[in-house]
DNA sequence: ATCCCTGCAAAGGGTTTGCAGACGC
DNA sequence: GCGTCTGCAAACCCTTTGCAGGGAT
């Protein structure tokens, strides 16, 4: 969800990260917190090459592959999701806290919107049990026009039309 | 959904791809006919790419480019879909004559299984007037693990295990 | 001291684009 | 004949990989 930092937030999820690379016996090096920290620091979705140039920009010398690399740890230990809406371009967004949800992307700005609804879970469950999946994880997304979008359409259609007549 | 091609469905979306290409004055060149052909005898899910071979295997000599172009065609005609899955690969289906349906992919052996619930139905358009979205399409995928790989991950935890005691 | 992790740059894979020639209209 | 569509190849974009050096354990 769009999100204002609680200031502590950053702490619990660099302890969580933190428990995750000791229980997995990967090393805790500084380039990984710096990630996780200007992840969380953000809002919204992001794609890797701004999280990338913006981690640049602060004089941090860390590496895309480093950003991938890390991005990857952060999805396993649950701490990011990974969201393709459409393009062949990742998107990404912090999950720590956040309670599921789903997404509804306006085709012409590009605005993305979240929601929840409870009877995707018991779909989920249903057909999990019907198809015989342990399904652990899924992608809802609506695509449409949003409502500004709908006005400018509307306008534009209407110009048009006057163009016409005269 | 997985099909049986009816002898005389390419016919009929041979017309509704002309009379479209007619609507949007368009020309009927022989390559988009042969693609709409090649994907109308095909089953289940596809990918540019080898629908590009599959063609050059037939010695038509058709390129990647009108191959690309075909596809938007024959999605804004609606007569295919373009998913997701996953992958920065875009995966295709025919949709003529096939209801709405949405993915069940498994995650180790990529099987995707179809499914259909009317509840996306409900949410698409209580969604849509709670957002003010005109909602046109959506995607909805299913990730775990079907039932035959199910077992072959106990066969191999089982498996470990035994080694581990020896 | 080990060897995992990093930065860099180049490769990779899917998709798009630019251009000259071909062909539907 | 005009102008769109095509084939070809190169460019493009995001992501992954190979390698040599560096830092966590």
Redesign the interface.
Known sequence: MTSNNRPDQIEEVKNIFSAYLEKKDLRKTNERFHILEEIYSRHDHFEAESLYTDIRKKNFNISRATVYNTLELLISCDLIKKH?F?K???QYEKSYGYKQHDH?I??DCKKV?E?C?P??Q???S???E??????????????????SC?KKREMEAASKKEVEVN
């Not at 999946?133 to 609506?142: D, E, R």
């Open positions: 393709q459409g062949n371009l990742a509804i306006c085709v919107v929601f609804d009877r995707i018991q779909i989920k249903m057909m999990g019907l198809l015989n999946f342990k399904i652990t994880h899924h992608s809802l997304n609506m695509y449409g026009v949003c409502g709908q």
